[in-house]
Structures are given as structure tokens and as C-alpha cells.
T-cell receptor, first 111, second 114 residues
């Protein structure tokens, strides 16, 4: 079964620190992987999309990496800010026209 | 700059009632999706559509129906509401099947069945 796992479920980090969020998936034959941000009571906002042929993508303070052979992706956030507090979800396209989502990591940046 | 618009945002239903969640997008996207999100869980795909007149079941379709008569609209129908359908529902759209394009989400519809 194709599954996506995110551990830990929650993470608290002091402001200013760099941090890494993890995502693992069970099938290495993926089309792409996306990281989303979800604020309380809101929908999902796409942060970064990595195609299967890519190793990483960067947007501002965010850097996402992809290692298909090990079934892992990481989202690196540099110089964290209180405004980064949100739930971060990873979603994988296994090539079947649908995204499979992880359960998310709830991130709290402590001022 | 509307993007994906869902209505209503909140709704309380009694067991056995029916209702329709509306979703419309103004980006001329071919693909549209309905997901549900339960507390502490990831999003589960209910139904999706690859274009007007074409719909298909996702992971958790039971108790729901959809239609896609236009490119813009993708309503989700709940027949005979049950407490297990208490959830947050998200509509989404993308230009392609997600292999190369970004997927855009609505802000969600909170549904409680009592």
C-alpha cells in the first residue's frame, strides 16, 4: 500500500533556529512530492513542488529535498519566525492522478 | 483573484438530511478534487474529476456523490448524512493531474452531523 508518514506530529522550536521537517513514503516510483502549509481554519497552500527527477527545490527560507531511493523528503526552514507556526503537510503523487497526504507536523515557533 | 471558492463554510446537519457543498474555480483548471480531513489525519480523497462530464471515485466515496457539468463547478452531494461524515471538506483544483502543476485548495467547509 502506498503510504506517506510524517514524524513527529508536533514540534516546538525557539525563534531564529533552523529546523527540518521529515516525510517518508513507501514507494520510490513517485511522480512528484509537494509540501503544503495549513494555518488553523484555513485551506492548504502549496510551498514547494519537487519533480521525481529533481533533488531539491528552494523558495526563500525554505528548501525541500527528495531522496527517492530512501523514500524520504525533508523540508528545511532557515531562521524560523513566529509566522512560520502552522501545520506542514507532505503529499506524494504516486502516478495515479491523486495525491496521498501525510498526517502533517504541527510546528510552533516560540518567540 | 478568487481561486477555489467553497460554500458554505460551516453547516450543521441532522442525521438523515442531505446537502450539497458547492465548489467553483476560476482558473480554467481541468482537474478538480474533493478531500475530507479528520482530526489528526491526513486528507483523504473522496472524488475527483479530470474534466467536465468525467468523475471518478477516490479513496472514501461511500455516502457521497458528485457531478461536473461545467469546468468551473464541482459540487459534492451528501445523501442521508451520518455522524461519520462530520469532517472538514476541502475542494481543490489543478491544471494538470498534479504531475507538473500546483494544486490549489479552497478554505474548507466544516460539517457537523448530529
Amino acid at each position: 500500500k502506498q503510504e506517506v508518514t510524517q514524524i513527529p506530529a508536533a514540534l516546538s522550536v525557539p525563534e531564529g533556529e533552523n529546523l527540518v521537517l521529515n516525510c517518508s513514503f513507501t514507494d520510490s516510483a513517485i511522480y512528484n512530492l509537494q509540501w503544503f502549509r495549513q494555518d488553523p481554519g484555513k485551506g492548504l497552500t502549496s510551498l514547494l513542488l519537487i519533480q521525481s527527477s529533481q533533488r531539491e527545490q528552494t523558495s526563500g527560507r525554505l528548501n525541500a529535498s527528495l531522496d527517492k531511493s530512501s523514500g524520504r523528503s525533508t523540508l528545511y526552514i532557515a531562521a524560523s519566525q513566529p509566522g512560520d507556526s502552522a501545520t506542514y503537510l507532505c503529499a506524494v503523487n504516486f502516478g495515479n492522478e491523486k495525491l496521498t497526504f501525510g498526517t502533517g507536523t504541527r510546528l510552533t515557533i516560540i518567540p | 483573484n478568487a481561486g477555489v471558492t467553497q460554500t458554505p463554510k460551516f453547516r450543521i446537519l441532522k442525521i438523515g438530511q442531505s446537502m450539497t457543498l458547492q465548489c467553483t474555480q476560476d482558473m480554467n483548471h481541468n482537474y478538480m478534487y474533493w478531500y475530507r480531513q479528520d482530526p489528526g489525519m491526513g486528507l483523504k480523497l473522496i472524488y475527483y474529476s479530470v474534466g467536465a462530464g468525467i468523475t471518478d471515485k477516490g479513496e472514501v466515496p461511500n455516502g457521497y456523490n458528485v457531478s461536473r457539468s461545467t469546468t468551473e463547478d464541482f459540487p459534492l452531494r451528501l445523501e442521508l448524512a451520518a455522524p461519520s461524515q462530520t469532517s472538514v471538506y476541502f475542494c481543490a483544483s489543478s491544471y494538470s493531474d498534479g504531475t507538473s502543476g500546483t494544486i490549489y485548495f479552497g478554505e474548507g467547509s466544516w460539517l457537523t452531523v448530529v
